[in-house]
């Protein structure tokens, strides 16, 4: 019996698991000619995940339709999660809650110190979408714990909660299926447009892309998967990346497996730290803004953009090659990093009378 599958095929045992509507599906997949022809290499393609409809978009939404779908089964009615104070997941997580009536309760942690307590950004919209929102200073470890023990509290005051990741990362089955789902996305949208990327690009350490890995094995597909971890502290993302792709696998009854030896990922990129913009990333944000309109973000898609501009010099993608690039949101956290934008050649472009 074949290991590979057709996606019509895959997408049946995707329809199997327990879900519930909270984005716009499926996001464009579009050329950006005039932002590859200033970087000087291949043709670039954006799968646009930043249009995923929720609370401004972003990958997580379509991992909440798994995620959340879960909570209700266990009848949960409040929700306990946490992430940096600037959260694109925590973001997407307060909206989520809002649309399917649940509490979001949100313990974040401060990564730019003070600059943090800053209403803006991410953090603007979490406190809109009426999030309680808990800012602490701790390790990631310590913010799990205060996770557990904010969900044990709200259960003696007679909730029904639910702790998601960071808490929960041993299994990221939901995440990772909603990004096996994306790849039949983007393989359904390269046959319509007659195309074959030969490269497949993401902001990503663990499960959005093993749900690609994933994807790409369960079709047989020829893509090389890079992902560009956003953090440092992402150490033995292979061997991760390729533990969730193949729980998922396990769960979707399908034959594949996904081999740490194949998984490509690489933390050139992070720059000083995680949250830190680089001048690089800065670079591709302004550049993508101005030629194609399109706005990267500074924690995750701007160095990620980076990374691909870095390879193109370096000879590792050449004029022959197609990239498509997962664009996976984080646009509004840009409001909370503008004293980082470079303020000073941005007021060179203004006027006043």
């Known amino acids: 019996m074949s290991k590979t599958i057709t996606t019509r095929e895959l997408r049946k045992k995707i329809e199997t698991m327990p879900r519930v509507a909270l984005g716009t599906l499926p996001t464009p997949l579009h050329e950006v000619p005039r932002f590859a022809r200033e970087l000087g290499g291949p043709r670039i393609f954006i799968k646009r995940d930043d249009l995923t409809g929720l609370a401004f978009g972003g990958n997580k939404t379509r991992m909440f339709e798994f995620l959340l779908a879960q909570a209700k089964a266990e009848r949960a009615d409040t929700i306990v999660g946490g992430a940096g104070v600037q959260s694109n997941y925590s973001r997407q997580l307060a909206a989520a809650c809002s649309a399917l009536g649940l509490k979001a309760h949100l313990v974040l942690r401060r990564i730019r110190g003070t600059k943090d307590d800053d209403i803006q950004g991410n953090l603007l919209l979490d406190l809109l979408a009426g999030a309680s929102v808990h800012i602490i200073n701790a390790t990631a470890e310590e913010q799990n714990k205060a996770m557990y023990n904010l969900a044990e509290q709200l259960e003696k005051e007679g909730k029904h909660t639910f702790v998601v990741r960071l808490a929960q ?97 690489t933390e050139d990129y992070v720059g000083e730290a995680y949250g830190v913009v680089t001048p690089e990333g800065n670079e591709m944000i302004k550049l993508m803004a101005r030629t194609e309109g399109i706005f990267l973000d500074p924690v995750y898609t701007g160095k990620a953009m980076a990374g691909v501009r870095d390879h193109i010099r370096k000879g590792l993608l050449g004029k022959d090659d197609l990239v498509v690039f997962l664009h996976t949101g984080g646009t509004p956290a840009l409001f909370a990093y503008s004293n980082e934008m470079g303020l000073e050649e941005l007021k060179s472009h203004l006027s006043y009378d």
């Open 169 to 265: 990362d041993n299994d990221l089955s939901p995440d990772v299926i909603a990004y096996v789902n994306c790849f039949c996305e983007i393989t359904e949208q390269c046959e319509e447009l007659g195309i074959q990327p030969s490269h497949l690009y993401c902001s990503s350490y663990d499960s959005t892309q093993a749900g690609l890995e994933l994807g790409r094995a369960a079709l047989g597909s020829k893509m090389r998967i890079m992902g560009i971890a956003p953090a440092d502290w992402c150490h033995g993302v292979a061997d991760s990346v390729a533990r969730y792709a193949n729980q998922a696998a396990s769960k979707l009854g399908l034959l594949c497996r996904v081999d740490e030896k194949d998984i490509m990922n």
